[in-house]
Every structure is written in structure tokens, then in C-alpha cells.
């Protein structure tokens, strides 16, 4: 089993998106994946097809309320009287293959910070804003950014257009090094689809999320497996560039 | 009309409608001349990009952030001090802490300030010198 906490300090960075298509994109190469929705907003479904009135009961002990959807188990964690590491073991019936990624509300770092000490990654999700960087400082009272372990950042709604966009994303990688797990850029079809009603995939298949995805799931399957992680940027980035 | 971000490992290059802004028309790549011919080419102006690697800038948030203990730590120095996790699941193998990125530059920013808050003489200012720092960010441009 193996757990995946995305995160972020800022409202409205993208968790819930990130923690939707990794759910799909790991699905997609055969993982058995549950997601679980730790957030009030109740949006995560939207990714999925999902339609506003169709509501999943917060979980208490029923398989009813966790519907699987384009082959995602979706479990509301807001609202169940378990704590969360009581709700995976309630889910993976000790199926060694299993993936749950966690959807964590902003706000809510009470379960964030009990989530990151059994999570086998908890990633945060950023904006190329100040506020979004900012928010950084108030992520963890015990120790710094640079001393979190299972950490990784994703940079989402990345639009090079924009200077601070790149500038925020070369900050970033330089700052974290290894933590820096990359971008995801911007794309409007996503919210495109999600008012259609559609997945990404169908919707918008040539959609550079999905591709920028599909390198972040590499690059989470390498950190998982204990390798090294070789992504399309960091710290020794010119090298790689060259490709 | 699409916007047709093509990525390539050195530079960015973007496709927009010319109804959506002024670009600048330059000597196109090969690849991107490529792609305008497959599609309508009428319909797309060219932009690159400048690299990111060569234009980044003194943006004082990024120097607060720098100099912030709670992003860089005092250098690493008293991470064993500090609270860390405690594994209650011994499943997948614990990685090490990343290690710090190269030249350990942060280390060399943040390691002063540590000290600057038990010696009181040494001005704070001293302790990140972001210009050191964007200047690597520029160097790394190969
Ligand atoms: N890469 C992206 N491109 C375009 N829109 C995005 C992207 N990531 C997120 N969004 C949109 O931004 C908004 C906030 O994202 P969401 O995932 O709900 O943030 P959070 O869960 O962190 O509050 C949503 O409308 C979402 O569709
Ligand atoms: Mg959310």
C-alpha cells in the first residue's frame, strides 16, 4: 500500500486537480488507486464525470458510498468520524498494490500533519505567485521546507508566457533541489471539460496537463521505487536540457 | 481558437491566434516552421520565449524567501534537533533527506544567520546574498 498526500498551503493552487489526474494517470498504467477527499468543497468528483447533485456520503464503514469511477475508487474522508490512517486500512484490505492519494483542504493542516507522518509522499501543490510561495512559510511549524522528508513540490498552472511563471519556476527548482518534482502548466480545458462534464482525456486529449501529468507520475514512480529522481528540470537542469 | 503550447527542452515555444496578442516574429525553428506548415499557418503567429534560465531577476520576495528560516532552515545544522517524523508503517523504504542542491549555496546563505541570532554585531543583510544566487541561476545556462 502506498499513500500519496497532495497539499497545498494556498487555496486554489490546483490539489484538487493534481490529486484527480494522478489518480487517473496511475490507474491508467494498472495501479488499483482510491482517492480520498478530505476537502469540504466537494469538486474532486467533477474530474471524474461527476455531476454536481451526485454526492458521496462521507465514509462510515458502508462500500455504497465509495463509487468507482473510470476505474478510481472515490471515498469523501470530510465528514467521517475516522481518522485517516484507520480509513485507508478500512480500504486496502491488505492489498500491497493498493494507492491512495489523499486530497487535503488548504486550510486544514491538522490532517495534513497527521497524514505526513505515514504518507510515503506528501506533495505540495504551488502556484507561480507570491502568495502561493508565501505561503510556503506557514507549512509546517516544527521544522523548514528544506528539512521536510517525503516532500516534493509540483508547480502548477504554469503559463511561460509570463515572466514571473518562469521565474517562479527556476526560484523553485534551484531552492529545492531534489524536492522539486516539476510543472504542470496551464490549460483552460480543464476547466472546459469539468463544465462539460467530461474527463480530461476525452475532452481535451492532446491537453499539455495530461502530458506534464504523465512526466509527474514518473517521476513520483521513480521517488517510490527509491531511485533517482530525473526530472525534466532542478538543480543540474542544463544538463538534462540538452536532450 | 487552440493555443498550442509546443514544449521542447530548450526553449518554450508558443503558437497563438494573432487575434489574441502583438508577438514578436522572429527566426523561427525548424520544428516550430514544421508545425505552422502542417496546420494553417495563416491562422498562428510564432512566439518564443526567452529562456528561462537567462532572464530571471531580482524579485525581493524571493530574497525574503531566502532568507526565511522556516523555507531554509539554519543550513541544515540542526535538522537531528528538530522533530522528525516518526515512521508508523515501515512499508516503503525512507529516502534520505534531499540533499541540498548544488554547491550547497543555501547552506552557505542560511548558516550566517544562524549565527547572526546568537552574535548580535552582525547586520542580518549579510546572510543571503541573492545576487550570488541569481547569479548561479544565470550561470547555470550551459
Ligand atoms: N493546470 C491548470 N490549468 C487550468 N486550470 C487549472 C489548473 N489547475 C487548476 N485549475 C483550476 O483552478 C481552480 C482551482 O483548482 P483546484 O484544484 O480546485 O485547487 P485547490 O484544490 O488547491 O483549491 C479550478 O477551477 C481548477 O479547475
Ligand atoms: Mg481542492
Known amino acids: ?243 | 481558437m487552440p493555443i498550442l503550447p509546443c514544449r521542447n527542452a530548450a526553449l518554450s515555444v508558443l503558437m497563438v491566434p494573432k487575434s489574441l496578442t502583438i508577438t514578436m516574429v522572429m527566426d523561427m525553428r525548424n520544428d516550430a516552421r514544421a508545425l505552422l506548415e502542417k496546420l494553417s499557418r495563416q491562422d498562428f503567429r510564432y512566439k518564443q520565449f526567452e529562456d528561462p534560465y537567462t532572464d530571471m531577476e531580482l524579485w525581493p520576495v524571493f530574497e525574503a524567501l531566502l532568507k526565511d528560516e522556516r523555507i531554509t532552515g539554519n543550513g541544515g545544522n540542526n535538522v537531528e534537533a528538530k522533530r522528525l517524523p516518526e515512521p508508523r508503517r515501515a512499508a516503503v523504504e525512507r529516502r534520505p533527506a534531499p540533499s541540498k542542491p548544488a554547491g550547497s549555496f543555501l547552506g552557505q546563505y542560511s548558516a550566517p544567520q544562524a549565527s547572526a541570532a546568537n552574535e548580535p554585531g552582525r547586520p542580518q543583510g549579510d546572510a543571503v546574498d541573492l545576487r550570488n544566487f541569481l547569479g548561479k541561476l544565470g550561470q547555470a545556462k550551459s
Open chain 1, 1 to 243: 500500500m502506498t499513500i500519496i498526500a497532495v497539499h497545498s498551503p494556498k487555496g486554489g493552487s490546483g490539489s484538487t486537480l493534481i490529486a484527480a489526474r494522478l489518480a487517473m494517470s496511475f490507474t491508467s498504467r494498472g495501479r488499483p488507486v482510491t482517492v480520498v477527499d478530505y476537502t469540504r468543497q466537494d469538486t474532486l468528483k467533477l474530474h471524474f464525470g461527476m455531476v454536481p447533485s451526485q454526492t458521496i456520503q462521507p465514509w462510515r464503514g458502508a462500500e455504497a458510498d465509495a463509487p468507482v469511477v473510470g476505474g478510481v475508487r472515490l471515498v469523501k474522508g470530510y465528514g467521517s468520524h475516522m481518522a485517516p490512517e484507520q480509513l485507508i486500512q478500512d480500504f486496502s484490505g491488505g492489498d500491497k498494490s493498493q494507492l491512495f492519494i489523499l486530497d487535503i483542504s488548504s486550510s486544514d493542516l491538522e490532517v495534513r500533519r497527521e497524514v505526513s507522518q505515514f504518507a510515503d509522499l506528501n506533495l505540495c501543490v504551488l502556484e507561480p505567485t507570491p502568495a502561493a510561495l508565501t505561503s510556503l512559510t506557514l507549512l509546517d511549524e516544527g521544522q523548514s521546507v528544506r528539512e521536510l522528508q517525503n516532500f516534493a513540490v509540483v508547480l502548477n498552472r504554469v503559463d511561460e508566457q509570463y515572466k514571473l511563471s518562469r521565474h517562479c519556476r527556476r526560484f523553485l527548482a534551484e531552492l529545492l533541489g531534489e524536492q522539486y518534482f516539476g510543472i504542470v502548466r496551464r490549460d483552460e480545458a480543464v476547466n472546459e471539460a469539468l463544465a462539460q462534464f467530461e474527463v480530461l482525456e476525452k475532452f481535451a486529449p492532446h491537453s499539455v496537463v495530461l502530458r506534464d501529468v504523465t512526466a509527474l507520475t514518473n517521476m513520483i514512480e521513480a521517488y517510490l521505487k527509491g531511485e533517482p529522481v530525473v526530472g525534466s528540470e532542478g538543480v543540474d537542469a542544463p544538463a538534462r536540457r540538452a536532450v
